[in-house]
């Protein structure tokens, strides 16, 4: 299982991300509404020295459309080094809803509320 805090209105929860040249970690956003695995800034890529593999086109949340690099790299993920992609985005770590799949996520709306993951059966 997989835990983590909400603060600010934000459900968060620290992740260890792993590249070539590093292991970084991080304190990550869940966002229901992205549908990808993980982004990362810019900066946090490069100390990681994942490796680029295509551009995506991607929808924003105002529906205006962007290019976006994406990356190769794994995280431990409830115990086990998971390999994903990354999309590169200079905003706070987010976790989308591919990462998610096959978890089922519970969060405590509320300062300091409990952020529970776990795996599905």
Same mark, same amino acid.
């Given at each position: 299982?997989?835990?983590?805090?909400?603060?600010?209105?934000? !459900?968060?929860?620290r992740l260890s991300v792993?590249g070539r040249l590093s292991?970084?970690?991080?304190?990550?956003?869940?966002?229901?509404?992205?549908?990808?695995?993980?982004? #990362?800034?810019?900066?946090?890529?490069?100390?990681?020295?994942?490796?680029?593999?295509?551009?995506? =086109?991607?929808?924003?949340?105002?529906?205006?459309?962007? #290019?976006?690099?994406?990356?190769?790299?794994s995280v431990e993920w409830?115990?086990?080094? =998971? =390999?994903?992609?990354?999309?590169?985005?200079?905003?706070?770590?987010?976790?989308?809803? !591919?990462?998610?799949?096959?978890?089922?996520?519970?969060?405590?709306?509320?300062?300091?509320?409990?952020?529970?993951?776990? =795996?599905?059966?």
């Open positions: 299982m997989i835990t983590g805090v909400v603060r600010l209105n934000e !459900a968060r929860v792993n292991k970084h970690q991080i304190e990550a956003v869940i966002d229901t509404g992205f549908t990808a695995s993980l982004s #990362l800034p810019p900066d946090v890529i490069r100390k990681l020295g994942l490796k680029w593999r295509r551009v995506e =086109r991607s929808i924003l949340a105002d529906g205006s459309e962007c #290019l976006v690099d994406v990356f190769e790299g409830n115990g086990k080094t =998971r =390999r994903i992609s990354i999309d590169e985005a200079d905003t706070d770590p987010l976790i989308g809803m !591919a990462l998610l799949k096959g978890y089922e996520l519970k969060m405590q709306i509320r300062s300091r509320g409990k952020v529970t993951i776990k =795996r599905l059966r």
